[in-house]
């Protein structure tokens, strides 16, 4: 009789440890998720503006499933759909093909959500329950812990790693307690200083640039965004540093961005050229900037730019380099003893849209010449700040220019109602 209640009682204290084991999983108590034994091979992730995208690889035998999905596992599932091939029984996906779409970080509740791969299968024996399996998401990227700042208005902070018991990429969101210092946007008043930029009608660029970006900081911030500008108002003798610590291309990086609008006005030998010009990122959701040139020419007068090249909407452009620009861009540099950048045709050609993107848009200038160009400590990020160029016009153009110089509140309104309706939800 002894050795029977001996035996229930190691019964009882295995039970009372499983069901133990199952609510003390996590902070929350959640149920442990039972998975499968292929693992999901990310071969690449990153975060543009706000959002995360991963890619990866699973191999299978059965790929007769009905639904896939990229869940977010804390208790509960939230499932995000995402784009596929099958294959051989190999399965490659992404969650978007544009690089500032997939997971919307900003308004995720607080908490530790477990990424998974869900699989659905039709369940022969039980129609209304179909088979789900779950696939652990293996990171073989060089970037173990990758931390984000939302807005300011949610004031979270979010590191992805896989430091947990399924060994799977998370997402780890808590209030934002440490003293980083962090912006929602930067503005670049272009030029400056030393560097007057284009001229015509006896102004040149920086009499204009640092004036709106004032004025678009002042009334974001009167909306509750962090906003900071890449640089003050610089004397005539002082030229601001693109690249190394603070420079006008780091700092966006620096500060945990999420966007970043570099102010420019156009010029050219031919005094009729004229018009908006906004130059973009490659591979994006083009809503946002579409608002923006949509905005501006309505609200400033301004006409969009009658240029062909590049051109992909009415006033939105994008130019990555071709393979005749990478080899004139690095024609001298032998003679100046300078190291060759690995540049791309996935560089995009202006580079307050690449440097601040990261591996994103192909940013490429490292440690290679530091005395002579400097360094961007962020060029291999897979953190980056989705970033335009904004050349609001001709300065040669009369027309242009007469807009330019008496219409700043309108650009103001214009670009504030963007973000507000596109962006700052």
């Known amino acids: 009789m002894k050795k029977i209640l001996i035996i229930i009682l190691i019964l009882l204290l295995l039970i009372a440890s499983f069901f133990g084991y199952n609510y003390l999983f996590s902070e929350k108590g959640i149920p442990i998720l039972e998975t499968e034994e292929e693992e999901v091979i990310i071969s690449k992730y990153y975060i543009y503006g706000t959002h995360l995208n991963l890619i990866g690889s699973l191999e299978i035998t059965d790929t007769n499933f009905e639904e896939i999905y990229l869940t977010l596992y804390d208790g509960e599932f939230k499932d995000y759909d995402i784009n596929y091939t099958n294959q051989s029984n190999s399965i490659s996906f992404n969650i978007s093909d544009e690089v500032n779409n997939g997971i919307y970080l900003d308004d995720l509740p607080r908490g530790n959500y477990y990424a998974f791969i869900k699989l659905v299968y039709e369940n022969e024996d039980d129609a209304e329950n179909p088979i789900e399996k779950y696939y652990i998401l293996d990171n073989q990227t060089e970037y173990n812990d990758t931390i984000y700042y939302t807005f300011s208005k949610y004031n979270n902070k979010i590191v992805i790693n896989s430091d947990n018991d399924y060994n799977t990429m998370m997402l780890n969101i808590n209030e934002k307690k440490d003293s980083v210092e962090v912006a929602d946007i930067v503005l670049d008043p ?125 006033g939105v452009y994008c130019h990555n380099f071709s393979e005749y620009e990478i080899e004139n861009s690095l024609k001298g540099y032998e003679e100046k003893n300078y190291n060759p950048y690995n540049i791309t045709t996935n560089s995009n050609y202006y580079y307050m849209i690449r440097e601040t993107g990261g591996i994103i848009t192909g940013a490429y200038v490292d440690d290679s010449n530091p005395e002579e160009v400097g360094v961007n400590p962020y060029y291999n990020s897979n953190r980056g700040t989705e970033s335009y160029v904004l050349e609001l016009g001709y300065i040669t153009n009369s027309n242009d220019f007469d807009i330019i110089s008496n219409k700043q509140t309108e650009f103001t309104d214009a670009i504030v109602k963007t973000f507000e309706e596109n962006l700052l939800k």
């Not at 560097?195 to 909306?223: M, V």
């Not at 780091?250 to 156009?266: G, M, R």
């Open 190 to 314: 272009g030029h400056g200083g030393m560097d007057g930029g284009a001229e015509a009608f006896g102004y040149s660029e920086r009499d204009f640039t640092y004036k709106l970006a004032k004025s678009i900081q002042e009334s974001l911030e009167n909306k509750g965004y962090s906003v900071i500008l890449t640089r003050n108002e610089l004397p005539q003798n002082e030229l601001l540093d693109e690249y190394n610590e603070g420079g006008r291309a780091v700092i966006s990086s620096e500060v945990y961005a999420k966007y970043l609008l570099s102010i420019h006005f156009n010029s050219n030998s031919v005094s009729s050229v004229n018009g908006l010009e906004i130059y973009s990122p490659s591979n994006i959701n083009y809503d946002f900037v579409n608002a923006l040139a949509k905005n501006i020419a309505s609200m400033t007068g301004l006409e969009y730019s009658n240029q062909k090249t590049f051109k992909l909407y009415n």
